[in-house]
């Protein structure tokens, strides 16, 4: 089992930054992709950004040049820098591993206000 857990959300003016933290712990061992989706209220969960365990990183169409993902092996932390907020980043924000089956944390709640 992989535990995740997220912190780093908050609320925050449209045009600022916040950074996503997401620590796993447990069966770490041979994690493959880890990353981000985000779920708005009402709507679906959507991807956000990946990074594989050799730090290669692909983005949505809608975070690519604001938002950085980027991977801490030795820690067993992956963090999302999120710079020039919009109200439409508003969701919950939820870190994932993949190891033989997706983990998943519990979330952490992203506020930008206009």
């Known amino acids: 089992q992989v535990q995740l857990v997220e912190s780093g959300g908050g609320l925050v003016q449209a045009g600022g930054s916040l950074r996503l933290v997401c620590a796993a712990s447990?069966?770490?061992?041979?994690?493959?992709?880890m990353g981000w989706y985000c779920q708005a209220p009402g709507k679906q969960r959507d991807w956000v950004a990946t990074?594989?365990?050799?730090?290669?990183?692909t983005y949505s169409d809608s975070v690519k040049g604001r938002f950085t993902i980027s991977r801490d092996n030795a820690n067993n932390t992956v963090y999302l820098e999120m710079n020039s907020l919009k109200p439409e980043d508003t969701a919950v924000y939820f870190c994932?591993?993949?190891?033989?089956?997706?983990?998943w944390g519990r979330g952490t709640q992203v506020t930008v206000s206009s």
């Open positions: 994932f591993a993949q190891k033989f089956q997706y983990y």
């Open positions: 990074i594989t365990s050799d730090g290669s990183t």
């Open positions: 447990g069966n770490i061992f041979s994690i493959k992709d």
